[in-house]
């Protein structure tokens, strides 16, 4: 099944422990993104990866780390998490990045972080 | 102004009805719209592209109006599985498409 997959699904760490949320693709898929969506914001884009070791900033890059060393995963690294990156956090991959391609989103991972 | 701007709703209309949903957005070099659904607190999922020549599948309907910059969604006969955010989606093409992604419609389909 074609599926993107990410863990863990639910997450409560407190400040400044470092995390990591793996995503992982199986259609070999070149485009992968992180999102993270908030009440009132909508879904706004972290970073994204063009295909293996091309990353680039979304919008909203500050705090975020990534890195796409394999075509199927793309991790999403908090060096030290704050309050403020409590949200729902969710993958997803595309065949290039066009626009006209369909993103599959990942199931999405909740973080809360005390 | 926001890039992508939606209703927020909620919009509430009983089994049956016909509802629509607006998406006005800012940039007017945008070449790609989409609408998508997404259930509570699960991921988006691809409900339908939109044509400037518009774009139907069963129930839905999707148009695009460049010159006034905005999509539409109608969603005729409702039904109670319709519940759910309908999330506007436009996109720029540059070295990589950027998606920007309205904040939602929530819908209630009722008895």
């Known amino acids: 099944e074609a599926q993107v997959t990410q863990n863990p699904r639910y997450l409560i760490t407190v400040t400044g422990k470092k995390l990591t949320v793996t995503c992982s693709q199986n259609m070999n898929h070149e485009y992968m993104s992180w999102y993270r969506q908030d009440p009132g914001l909508g879904l706004r884009q972290i970073y994204y990866?063009?295909?293996?070791?091309?990353?680039d900033k979304g919008d909203v890059p500050e705090g975020y780390k990534v890195s796409r060393k394999e075509k199927r995963n793309f991790p999403l690294i908090l060096e030290s998490p704050s309050p403020n990156q409590t949200s729902l956090y969710f993958c997803?991959?595309?065949?290039f990045g066009r626009g006209t391609d369909t993103q599959y989103f990942g199931p999405g991972t909740r973080l809360t972080v005390l | 102004r926001k890039e992508v701007e939606q209703d927020p709703g909620p919009f509430n209309v009983p089994e049956g009805a016909t509802v629509a949903f607006n998406c006005t957005y800012s940039n007017s070099a945008s070449q790609s719209f989409f609408w998508y659904r997404q259930d509570c607190r699960k991921e988006p999922k691809l409900l339908m592209s939109?044509?400037?020549s518009g774009n139907e599948d069963g129930r839905f309907t999707a148009q695009l109006n460049r010159a006034s910059q905005y999509i539409s969604l109608l969603i005729r006969d409702s039904k109670l599985s319709d519940s759910a955010t309908y999330l506007c989606?436009?996109?720029?093409?540059?070295?990589?498409?950027?998606?920007?992604f309205g904040t939602g419609t929530r819908l209630q389909v009722t008895l």
């Open positions: 990866s063009m295909n293996v070791e091309v990353t």
């Open positions: 939109v044509y400037s």
């Open positions: 989606v436009v996109v720029n093409t540059g070295t990589a498409s950027k998606l920007t």
């Open positions: 997803a991959s595309s065949l």
